[in-house]
Structure formats: structure tokens, C-alpha cells
């Protein structure tokens, strides 16, 4: 009847976005209500001797001050709950008096304005008795060193997780024969890299509005990405039943993992809760860059092997993450580094050590990509090395290693779903300009350009490829679920058919997207569907995260499923006919802590780019003349969106791998504001973008489809350092590639990376 | 943010007697005001600018203009009439890269001169460095990759204004306005040392405010280019950045001027350079001479050596294009 998925829907937010009448948490407000502001630490490591709130509470229109002592479980953590709610003596959580980074919260002020509450906060007196800091994770590691979070308990549910030392966690892949696969190798490449830390710089910085709602319930209305853990986090920490709590989502300015993690809500909470009034907060932009979590800047120390043919015969890798002061999805960011960082290869033998380090920096947590635009970095650093190491064209090199159908990972299992990384970069090889020659792949030749006058010999440009995969949703032994409830209204037709679930819209279309999976399963026209989402008032059950590129795999399939079962009762009759069902996720296992070997994930998604650049060699300025980008999503349920996830990708790994440069000195952030952490603007990204969507599908997708948010940013990074070097004759290990660090790498004929790899 | 009054000035006369140490003036506030919200500035009253009709247009003199306080960055960056355009090609090129078109539609030409430092440590509400009262400069042994190569002693700020350069480069005058009457003074001498008290390295006293600026007219025989390099195409802070206004007559240089930005508290004059091209065509040599003789005196910090390579090349590309400037008039091209 009708064909909804595989078209380009308009958005169902759109109107509202562009005409302002969408509500973001920041809009929302009620009579009676107070303002809050949180104090934070504002010290890497210390602890809070005292607090004395006599003066601060003085301040007219101050209405409560919230410290350690008023939450009654004084602890949270997505993983693990290593974190205090709020920071200070008098809860009873050991350890909970001590503040471990910077935006550790220290208090809450509630006052009848926002101008009450901040000066309010500008006279609590902290008495702090400031500990040792360590920044480093190299230095973290070293014995005598500070220990951040002494005396932890093995955790039964996550046995990767570390109890020595400063220790996060670690995993390891042990497969095959080293010494043998060495013997084989007439080619070895050793190189060391680093990967930056990145702030997820979303549109709308952290806000929300806890109030009490008709049936008595603590409601939140905050932007997150997974309401369910959100709702269970607040209930732990406030000791009420989790059906007291209610999470609702409005419109949510932007995600890529940073809300992942909890900011605003539990303090929220504790207020409305304790105030029986409603409680409104917003940060400021200074206050989101301290206050939540970065991606996991990354050490890689590799060492690969090759015949002299091209195959390859060896891998060794070990990787050092900055975790920062909590844990928060450590764990889970290095299982996929784990598993990307020997790249999408078939490696006999392997050798990888992966471990997550407690520093007093900021917590390092989930964003775009989530561990494995670092692993698929190194990686092909090291690919591309090799391919000039054997004098072999870089597509060659790949086509003949890249992992295929049944072939197995370093984890001992073959990726899931159909395996298609020769397609991604056959496709986009040919798009480049590559060409497949009788005796092999052949790079195009580099073109001069004169730029805006600039003198040609200045100039130079280079081409750079490079491939990534990365698994949809956490697995690694966790089972995936969603949950969704479907109404069919009316009475000969299906009038209205109304969609619950509890999946955030996190601002990349993931509602439209549903809207038109559950159209085509029921056979209904979109403007039947109703999608109510985002609040586990009427969402009881877990529809899981909006992050791993999980959501259209994961909801499509439950649309599927439940769609079916509502159908099944309709036609015999019911009215209306009401189904709620959880869909599970193909099983996976965790990886072997000894040998890594295991099924970690249930699907996959591939993707392959090819950058040109012009490098500016006299003042160091880089132009990103041209982005190819193939990218299998199985299916593209809406292409329009597919699209514009793939350049939104793109442009924000550029801003990763060119401008984007988080500084902490010591734990303190140098750069907490948008004029010093600078994010790419429309001048900056690429001046031409090539999007090949490649719809190889998933068997077990629904129509097909893969999950694709994550992938386009994956090998952007590694493209553009070959460019460089394809223009310059440099390899640089590092980024952002800022000016100063073009320009010194030039001179040193490379990037000089020094770890203490001991 | 620190509770403050607010008034529009009635007189200019009415608001230098007003102004003190808690009473400041406040034109676009684009600086100012994010500032405040930090804490690093709280004054107890705000006096407006907007209101005094002295202060703004651009008034076109027989020997050069007269640029009101108040005019923004927007019209410096596009001038209405068709003759400065060329003329003061350096100051509108230096405008039009300045921040975001929002900011420079805000932001006034009298500010911009009196903005504060962007040094990190500065700026960061919690550190106290040796310009905001402590005993020594966080930069000097801490991150210090965009601070200053030239002439820094106690502190090592940059300051961070486009257009101080390019006026500096024109030989700009700046009028201000105190208790005591006008004064006017060359960029080179308004911008004094950065010191405690002094953070954005000017000698405006706390009763001044700037009501001008004066630029003389280039000769016609003169021309203008600003080149700007910093770390994102748009609205950032430049890492170095050159104006050079030259005159050539009868094909050689007859009067240089090299002016850096981003490299020291002030808008560095590069007399050595300016030194190795009059006299001469622009030829290769001659660029080259003067585009490593730019830097003379540079001192780097850890981080910060780049800087040097960056002004040179600065100065390098800008006399490149003046060269093509002058050689297509002469040819009668373009």
C-alpha cells in the first residue's frame, strides 16, 4: 500500500525546530518555581574538609543549599557508581568527600532566582585539603603514584573492570603464534600514536526542570540519551522506588554520546523532591566544557608485519586511555578499541593490550564513535605506512586483507551481517579517482593548485584513504533490548496507529525514521502514526540508548516484530489492538579476558573515505578540498538523513583531526569556552563531499539496515594524515593538526612521540 | 555575575567626570560583558556610549579621516565610499577578518582598541597570574603556544585586535578624551606595557575614553594588504598576522611600513624589515630580506617558536601580493 521506508520524509521536528516553536529543556518553566546553581569544585583532587552554608544562606531569596549529607545514596555511574553524587563529608559513601576533576559538584543552591542562587554560590565556603595530582596516565601507573579511587570492589557484572592501582580496566587479545608470525614477516612497521581528547560541543548545554508531577512522581524533563538508566540512576541515589521517578525528553539540542552520562538530573531531583517544588537549571557554556565527560584521548604504541607480497602476518598493539576521574563508559569505549585497533583485517596472529586509566583529568566517556575512531586511527596509520613500507598502492594492500564473509576477527568469530569492506572501498577507491588497472590498483596523480595567489611550490597536495567498521549497539556480552508498545485505533481501517517508546530523538531524525519503519510494517500512511516517545511515564520498559548506532537497528526490529503481533490481532478483531513487546538483539558474549576470543557483537557497519588536501607548507594551514565517502547502512530507511549523518560525521572528525584542541594543565581546563576549543565553522569544512550510500543488507536488519551514525566518522582521521604525507613526505602521528604542529612536524620530519611506555 | 547599574551617558563631558575605577564606559560590550560574566571584571556601574552623537560616523577629511569611537567593525569592513576603499584596503581587510559578522556588528573600533588579553590563564576565573596580581606569568612556564615571540618581559600577552595592526601600519592616531581634555597619541604610544591594573597594555587613564581615530591619507602612490593566519578559516583569534603599507615610486619602495599582530602586547612595528626594503624594487631578494628580518629580536617560549616562522611567512605573503597589486597597476591590468 504504502513505500515509506527508503524515502527522504521531511522531519518530523523540522517545522518546529526552524520556526522556534520547538521546546528545548532550557524552555520550560511553571509557576512557583525555584532556581538552582551548582557549585563546583573547581580543583583537579581534594577534599572537602568543610562546608559552611551560614553565609550563603543569608542571601535574600535563597530557599535550600543541598550538600553531600542530604543525598541519600551519595553515588552514580553508568558502568560503575564510582561517582558521588555531590562531593563532601556526612554521606556515608567512602571516598564521597573527595573531589576527583573539576566539575565535580560540590553543592546545590536553590533560590527564588537564578541571580539569588549565583551569588548565593559565590559565598559557600569550601574548606579543601588539596591532594596530589596526576594528569598523566603514564604517570598514574607509576607505583607512588596518587591513587584516585582507592579500595574498590571487583564488580561481578563487569569482571573487566580493574581493582589495582589506578587500573580502569583491561582487555586483551592474545591469538595465534608472535613469534611465528614474525618469521613470516619480510616487512615490520612500528609506529606510536596519540589521539586528542574531543568535547562533544552540542548546541543546547546541559538544562532541565524537576517538578512533582499529578500522580506524585519526582519528574525530570532533561535532555539524555537513554531515559530508562537515567530514571534508574536518580531512583538509586535518591532510595525511592523507580517508579517515583519520571524522565521525559523534550526536543534534545544534539547528544554524540555526551549525555550519555548524567549531568543535572540527580541534583535536580533531590531538590524537587526535597522542595516539593519545581526546580529549573541551565548551565553555561564554561559550565558544560568543565562539567561533562570528552572523548578518551589515547596512546598506541603498534608494531606490524607483512610478507612481502602483502599479507599480512602479525599485529601488535598496546594502548594506554585516558580515562580521567570516573569511569563512566571506560570499559565498554575500550571494548571496541579492543577490537578496531588491528583495523578491519584478517590477522592470524595478534597480540593487543588495552588499558583504561584513572587520571584527575575529566571524565573520558561515550562520543560519536565511541573508541573506535581511535582504534581504526591507529590502525591505519599503520596500513598506510605499510603500503608505502612494501611499495604497494594502499588499495591493493587493503583489498587483499580486508576481512571478508566467515573469515575470523582477532576475536576468533567472523563479524556478523555480511561483510562488505571490499565494496566500501572498491566504490570509493573508484569515486577517488583510483583505477583498477590489469596489474593492480592505480592511485590517480596528484594535481598542483594555485590557491588565492598563494605561490605554487607552497602548495602541496596529496590524496589519502583509509577504511573503518565499527559493531552496533554495547553487546560484548550485553543483551540489547527494546521495548515498544503499538496501539491500532479505528474501526474497518487502521485509523491511528500509535507508537510508544522510550527512544530519545537526540537531534539526528532517529523519531522520523520510526515513524516511517512502523508505517511500512503496519502498511499505513505516516500521517497514521503517532510517535510518543521519551518518557517513561508512559514507557515502562527499556528501549535502550540513543548512542552505538544502535536506535534504527534496534527499534526497526521491534517495530517489526510488534507490528506483526498487533496485526496478528487486529485481524481477529481486537479493538483496539494493543501489543507491548521487547525485542532481543542476537546473543554476544564478553571477550575472553585471557585470549579476547568471543562473539562481541550482532552487526556491523562499514565505511571507507578517500581526503584531498592542500598543505600550506609555509604557514602550516591545511585545506580539505575534497571528502569521498562510502558508507554501507545496509539500508537507507530515509537517504536524506543518511546523508546528512555522513557529512555531519565528516565535519565533526575534521573538527577533531584540524581545530579542535581540548587543554587541561594539570587537570585544569584551559579551554572552557567556544572561543578557545574551536569548533569547524562553514568555512572550514570540506570544499566538495561525496557521499556514495552503499546498501548491501543486513539480514537481520530491519529492511535491511545497519546502524550508520558512528561510521563516517571513523576514517577521516587516518585519510587526511595520508593526504598529508602523500603531499609532504611526513607522517604525522598526532593531531589537531594546528599550524604549530604542521609546521614543527615538517621541520622534525615527523611527529616525536615520547611515552613512558613502562 | 557581580550586580552593576546601568545609565546612557547624556554628555561625553558628563561621563569622563563620572568614570572610575568601579564606573566604566560601554560601547558594544562584546568583550566586556563576557568579562563580567566570568567574574573577571565587575564593575559597580556601566555607563553607555550609544547615546553620544560625538562619538560615531566616519568623517572624510582633506588629509585623512576621522573614525568616531563608536563605529563598528562592520562599517570599517565595508566603507560606504568608493574611495577609501583602496585607501584604507589594510584597516577594512583587518575588520572584515575580525570575529563573526554578528560580533562585528556589535563590536566598535574604540573597544576593539581597548580589548583585554585572551591568555588563558588571564582569562581562567580561578588562576591568579602576575597581570592579574600574582607573582609571575602562568604562560612563561606553562601553555603557551599563542603567546607573545616579541618584546614581553613580566607578562607574555598578545594583544588580540585586528585592527590595532592595520591602524598602526597607517600611522594612526588615537584621541581620547578625560578630565583633564583631549590628548592624542600614536598607536605605538597608546599601547604602553601590559601591567597590573594596565591588563590590556594601554596608557588610557580610568577618566579617559577614546572618541577617535585618525588616520592620514596614504599617498596615492601607496598601497595596503592585511594577511591574517590563524587555526580555523573564520571568527578566531589571529596566531600572527601582518599589515604592510608600502609606497612605491617610480619602482622602488619608497616608504615601508610591517607591522605584526599576534605577537606581542602590542601591534609590532618591524623596523629591521621596513629597513630592508626602502630603497629597493620588491624584488624576490628584497621580500626575503625583509620577511626574515621581521622577527629580529624574537624570543620563543616552549611552545611557541612557531610564531616566528608563521610572522615570516606572514610578511612574505603579504609583500607577494602587494607586488602583484603594484605590478598589475603599472601594467595597466586589473
Not at chain 1, 527522504?8 to 532556581?35: C, E, I, L, N, S
Not at chain 1, 538544562?207 to 534508574?232: H, N, T
Not at chain 1, 551514525?709 to 587526511?720: D, H, T
Not at chain 2, 611552545?303 to 598589475?328: D, M
Amino acid at each position: 500500500m504504502t513505500e515509506t521506508v527508503g524515502r527522504p520524509w521531511v522531519r518530523a521536528d523540522a517545522r518546529a525546530k526552524v520556526t522556534g516553536q520547538a521546546k528545548f529543556p532550557g524552555d520550560f518553566g511553571m509557576a512557583d518555581m525555584v532556581h538552582a546553581k551548582i557549585l563546583f569544585a573547581d580543583r583537579p583532587h581534594a577534599r572537602v574538609v568543610s562546608i559552611d552554608t551560614s553565609e550563603a544562606a543569608q542571601v535574600e531569596g535563597v530557599v535550600a543549599i543541598f550538600t553531600a549529607q542530604d543525598v541519600p545514596v551519595n553515588e552514580y555511574g553508568l558502568q560503575t557508581a564510582d561517582q558521588p553524587v555531590l562531593c563532601g563529608p556526612g554521606s556515608g559513601k567512602p571516598g564521597a568527600d573527595v573531589v576527583r576533576f573539576v566539575g565535580d559538584q560540590v553543592a546545590l543552591v536553590v533560590a527564588d532566582t537564578r541571580a539569588a542562587a549565583e551569588q548565593a554560590r559565590g559565598l559557600m565556603e569550601i574548606t579543601y585539603e588539596d591532594l596530589p595530582v596526576v594528569s598523566d596516565p603514564f604517570e598514574a601507573l607509576k607505583p607512588g603514584a596518587p591513587q584516585i579511587h582507592p579500595g574498590r570492589e571487583a564488580s561481578e557484572l563487569h569482571p573487566e573492570l580493574s581493582t589495582e592501582g589506578n587500573f580502569i580496566c583491561h582487555h586483551q587479545i592474545r591469538k595465534g603464534d608472535m613469534e611465528a608470525g614474525w618469521a613470516q614477516a619480510d616487512v615490520v612497521v612500528e609506529g606510536q600514536y596519540h589521539t586528542p581528547g574531543q568535547e562533544h560541543a552540542y548546541l543546547q548545554p546541559e538544562a532541565g526542570l524537576a517538578y512533582i508531577d499529578d500522580e506524585g512522581r519526582v519528574a525530570v524533563v532533561v535532555a539524555g540519551q537513554w531515559a530508562w538508566e537515567d530514571q534508574r540512576q536518580i531512583a538509586h541515589a535518591l532510595d525511592i522506588p523507580v517508579e517515583e521517578i519520571r524522565v521525559i525528553y523534550p526536543a534534545i539540542g544534539g547528544a554524540f554520546g555526551g549525555r550519555e552520562d548524567m549531568s543535572v538530573q540527580i541534583v535536580l531531583a533531590l531538590a524537587a523532591y526535597r522542595l516539593q517544588r519545581p526546580v529549573k537549571i541551565t548551565w553555561t557554556r564554561e559550565e558544560s566544557i568543565r562539567g561533562h565527560c570528552k572523548r578518551h584521548p589515547m596512546w598506541f604504541r603498534c608494531k606490524w608485519g607483512a610478507t612481502r607480497e602483502g599479507e599480512l602476518v602479525a599485529a601488535e598493539v598496546q594502548v594506554v586511555a585516558d580515562g580521567g576521574a570516573y569511569c563512566y563508559t571506560t570499559n565498554k569505549v575500550l571494548g571496541n578499541t579492543t577490537i578496531t585497533c588491528t583495523g578491519p583485517y584478517a590477522f592470524p596472529n595478534a597480540k593487543v593490550d588495552v588499558d583504561g586509566v584513572y587520571t584527575n583529568n575529566p571524565p573520558s566517556g561515550a562520543m560519536r564513535g565511541f573508541g573506535a575512531p581511535q582504534g581504526i586511527f591507529a590502525a591505519e596509520m599503520q596500513m598506510n605506512k605499510l603500503a608505502e613500507a612494501l611499495g604497494m598502492d594502499p588499495v591493493a594492500l587493503r583489498m587483499r586483507n580486508l576481512l571478508q564473509d566467515e573469515m575470523p576477527t582477532t576475536t576468533g568469530t567472523p563479524l556478523a551481517g555480511g561483510v562488505h569492506l571490499q565494496e566500501v572501498t572498491e566504490r570509493c577507491a573508484l569515486a577517488a579517482g583510483w583505477e583498477r588497472a590489469e596489474e593492480g590498483w592505480r592511485k590517480p596523480a596528484a594535481k598542483g593548485v594555485a590557491l588565492a595567489g598563494r605561490p605554487k611550490e607552497a602548495m602541496r597536495t596529496g590524496m589519502g584513504m583509509a577504511v573503518g567498521f565499527k559493531n552496533v549497539g554495547f553487546s560484548f556480552g550485553y543483551q540489547e533490548n527494546c521495548w515498544l508498545r503499538i496501539e491500532l485505533r479505528g474501526e474497518d481501517d487502521i485509523e491511528r496507529a500509535i507508537v510508544t517508546i522510550g527512544t530519545a530523538d537526540v537531534g539526528q531524525g532517529a523519531h522520523t525514521v520510526l515513524q516511517q519503519m512502523a508505517a511500512e510494517a503496519l502498511q499505513v500512511s505516516m500521517e497514521r502514526v503517532s510517535l510518543e516517545a521519551s518518557d517513561t511515564g508512559t514507557s515502562p520498559g527499556s528501549s535502550g540508548s540513543a548512542s552505538a548506532s544502535r536506535t534504527t537497528f534496534m527499534a526497526g526490529n521491534a517495530i517489526r516484530e510488534a507490528a506483526a503481533l498487533a496485526l496478528d490481532g487486529w485481524r481477529e478483531g481486537e479493538r483496539p489492538a494493543v501489543v507491548e513487546h521487547t525485542y532481543l538483539a542476537p546473543e554476544t558474549t564478553p571477550l575472553d579476558p585471557d585470549t579476547g576470543e568471543g562473539f562481541p557483537n550482532f552487526a556491523y557497519g562499514y565505511v571507507a573515505q578517500v581526503v584531498e588536501v592542500v598543505v600550506d607548507v609555509e604557514t602550516g594551514e591545511l585545506r580539505v578540498r575534497r571528502v569521498v565517502c562510502a558508507d554501507d547502512v545496509g539500508k537507507a530507511i530515509n537517504p536524506e538523513q543518511v546523508e546528512g549523518q555522513i557529512e555531519g560525521g565528516v565535519v565533526q572528525a575534521m573538527g577533531w583531526v584540524t581545530c579542535e584542541n581540548f587543554i587541561a594543565q594539570a587537570g585544569r581546563v584551559l579551554t572552557p569556552h567556544l572561543s578557545t576549543y574551536l569548533i569547524p565553522t562553514i568555512a572550514d569544512v570540506p570544499e566538495r563531499m561525496e557521499t556514495i550510500i552503499v546498501e548491501k543488507p543486513d539480514p537481520r536488519g530491519p529492511w535491511g539496515a545497519r546502524g550508520m551514525g558512528e561510521m563516517p566518522f571513523l576514517p577521516l582521521a587516518p585519510a587526511l594524515l595520508a593526504a598529508v604525507h602523500d603531499a609532504t613526505g611526513v607522517w604525522i602521528d598526532e593531531f589537531p593538526l594546528t599550524p604549530e604542529r604542521v609546521l614543527r612536524s615538517l621541520r622534525d620530519g615527523g611527529s616525536l612521540l615520547e611515552c613512558d611506555w613502562e | 555575575m557581580k550586580p552593576f547599574t546601568y545609565a546612557a551617558a547624556s554628555s561625553l563631558e558628563d561621563v569622563v567626570g563620572a568614570l572610575d575605577e568601579g564606573c566604566r564606559p560601554l560601547a558594544g560590550g562584546t568583550d566586556l560583558l563576557g568579562l563580567m560574566k566570568t567574574g573577571i571584571r565587575g564593575p559597580e556601574r556601566l555607563v553607555s556610549l550609544k547615546s553620544i552623537e560625538a562619538l560615531e560616523g566616519v568623517e572624510r577629511r582633506e588629509d585623512g579621516w576621522r573614525i568616531g569611537a563608536l563605529t563598528t567593525l562592520s562599517e570599517l569592513a565595508s566603507p560606504a565610499r568608493g574611495g577609501e576603499q583602496r585607501e584604507l584596503e589594510v584597516l577594512s581587510r583587518a575588520a572584515a577578518e575580525s570575529a563573526s559578522p554578528q560580533l562585528r556588528n556589535a563590536a566598535t573600533i574604540g573597544g576593539n582598541l581597548l580589548q583585554w588579553p585572551r591568555c588563558w590563564y588571564f582569562r581562567n576565573w580561578l588562576t591568579r597570574c602576575w597581570l592579574k596580581g600574582g607573582d609571575r606569568c602562568l604562560a612563561a612556564g606553562g601553555e603557551n603556544r599563542y603567546h607573545a615571540i616579541l618584546g614581553a618581559a613580566r607578562c607574555h600577552m598578545v594583544h588580540p585586535s585586528d585592527p590595532a595592526v592595520a591602524l598602526a601600519a597607517l600611522d594612526a592616531r588615537v584621541e581620547l578624551r578625560g578630565v583633564h581634555g583631549v590628548r592624542t597619541l600614536k598607536i605605538d604610544a597608546f599601547f604602553g606595557e601590559p601591567k597590573p591594573l594596565r591588563e590590556n597594555g594601554t596608557v588610557v587613564e580610568r577618566d579617559e575614553v577614546i572618541t577617535a581615530v585618525v588616520v592620514p591619507r596614504p599617498s596615492r602612490e601607496s598601497r595596503g594588504v592585511y594577511v591574517k593566519l590563524a587555526e580555523r578559516k573564520v571568527w578566531d583569534f589571529a596566531l600572527v598576522s601582518a599589515a604592510v603599507q608600502i609606497e612605491m615610486t617610480e619602482g622602488a619602495v619608497t616608504d615601508a611600513a610591517i607591522v605584526l599582530g599576534g605577537v606581542a602586547a602590542k601591534p609590532w612595528h618591524a623596523f629591521e624589515a621596513e629597513g630592508r626594503l626602502v630603497g629597493e624594487a620588491l624584488t624576490g631578494t628584497a621580500m626575503e630580506a625583509a620577511a626574515s628580518a621581521a622577527t629580529a629580536g624574537a624570543v620563543s617560549l616552549s611552545q611557541n617558536g612557531y610564531k616566528i616562522e608563521l610572522a615570516e611567512g606572514a610578511v612574505r605573503e603579504a609583500l607577494r601580493r602587494l607586488q602583484r597589486t603594484f605590478g598589475s597597476e603599472s601594467t595597466g591590468v586589473g
